[in-house]
């Protein structure tokens, strides 16, 4: 099956500055990779994903990118503000049903 | 937009006790997931099913069961519910390859 790794575990930035998140999977055959978001106490929420047939992706602060070469991914907000303290998650796709996730990262954006 | 409605937010029951934890989405999605999460553990699935009576055991299923009898409820079950077993759990849906999952609000029990 998959494997999903995810670094750091924890993360702690000052407002303003950028923070960077990175998965890394194991299966060529996975083809999606979403990213949640998941604040105190709240469901997990989709921020952004990102296909295999596509290198970059870009919503207001939040990037993703994809190496499909390397088998890896990465979140990336710039500007932070302290509303984006939260836990993220990033998945992998493998056979179209299951998403294979990391084991996420608390990030703290410090005022 | 998707909605994915747990039927408790706590829940507290005893050792040995048959738990069933409830789960409905109004989006007519074919896939359902349960997953329980622990801190530094993220998420695990347990099981999950991509029809209506279809389960597909995930990376820990051992003491829950599930049922699909219609498609837009999914239904975990504890046998015999044990301390090891306190946790937050997670109902997904998703409607085909390629597409996110959506998550309900959690359930968080407790095994006393």
């Known amino acids: 099956g998959e494997n999903v790794e995810q670094h750091p575990s924890t993360l702690s930035v000052q407002e303003g500055d950028s923070a960077v998140i990175k998965c890394t999977y194991s299966d060529s055959a996975s083809n999606y990779f979403p990213w949640y978001k998941q604040e105190l106490g709240k469901r997990p929420q989709l921020i952004i994903d990102?296909?295999?047939?596509?290198g970059e992706k870009k919503d207001q602060r939040i990037a993703v990118t994809l190496n499909k070469t390397a088998k890896h991914f990465s979140l990336h907000i710039t500007e932070t503000q302290p509303e984006d303290s939260a836990v993220y998650f990033c998945?992998?796709?493998?056979?179209?049903?299951?998403?294979?996730f990391g084991t996420g990262t608390s990030l703290t954006v410090i005022p | 937009d998707v909605k994915v409605t747990q039927s408790s937010r706590y829940l507290v029951k005893r050792t040995g006790e048959k738990v069933f934890l409830e789960c409905v989405q109004d989006m007519d999605h074919e896939n359902m997931f349960w997953y329980r999460q622990d801190p530094g553990l993220g998420l695990r699935l347990i099981y999950f099913s991509y029809d209506v009576k279809m389960k597909e055991k995930g990376d820990i299923p051992e003491g829950y069961s599930v049922s699909r009898e219609k498609k837009e409820r999914f239904s975990l079950i504890l046998e015999s519910a044990s301390t090891n077993q306190t946790s937050m759990y997670l109902c997904?849906?998703?409607?085909?390859?390629?597409?996110?999952?959506?998550f309900g609000d959690g359930t968080r029990l407790s095994i006393l």
């Open positions: 998945a992998a796709d493998h056979t179209g049903n299951q998403f294979y």
């Open positions: 990102i296909r295999s047939n596509v």
């Open positions: 997904a849906s998703k409607s085909s390859v390629g597409q996110p999952q959506h």
